[in-house]
């Protein structure tokens, strides 16, 4: 493998210009000890973690009748875990314009081949996560290769996932 150094970057490709991403600062995901900034008790936020909830969308996501069966929480812990989760992730509420905006960031990309693009109904749609599947294994390999080429393209971080 061969690092470039900035000077020695490859020529630039002329190409339309890729939407700007929503760039957040701070982590991907927020910690349950977090919570203790909003009053909640280390002994609490250990029972959360000791039953694999580690953050607070998990919190978040995990109901309260689950909350209830960890050992030692009661109504009043669980309620006051469940609203400093929401202080914290706010409400994941979208009006239909922010939805709107979100969906023109989407783009189709070209798998190379006009038959398979034929398929997808014009290619693979970005922000998204796709499987293809085939009778043999040699066919997602080659379109796994050709999209890791597609994304290196776009500057867009790429995880391929056989």
Do not use: C, W
């Not at 070209?110 to 398979?116: D, F, I, L, W």
């Not at 290619?123 to 998204?128: A, T, V």
């Amino acid at each position: 493998m061969v690092r470039r150094t900035a000077s020695q970057s490859a020529p630039t490709v002329s190409r339309p210009p890729s939407p700007q991403e929503d760039i957040e600062e701070g982590p991907y995901f927020d910690s349950v000890d977090e919570l203790q900034q909003h009053g909640i008790n280390v002994q609490d936020i250990l029972k959360l973690k000791a039953a694999a909830i580690n953050t607070v969308s998990g919190v978040s996501m995990t109901t309260r009748r689950q909350l209830l069966k960890i050992k030692g929480m009661s109504e009043a812990k669980v309620e006051k875990i469940k609203e400093a989760a929401h202080k914290i992730l706010g409400s994941s509420f979208s009006t239909g314009l922010e939805v709107s905006d979100k969906r023109k960031r989407v783009l189709i990309i070209s798998t190379g081949s006009k038959a398979v693009d034929t398929i997808l109904g014009g290619g693979i749609i970005s922000q998204s996560i796709t499987e293809g599947a085939t009778r043999r294994r040699t066919m997602p390999a080659v379109n796994l290769h050709g999209q890791s080429m597609a994304s290196i393209g776009l500057e867009r971080p790429s995880l391929p996932i056989p």
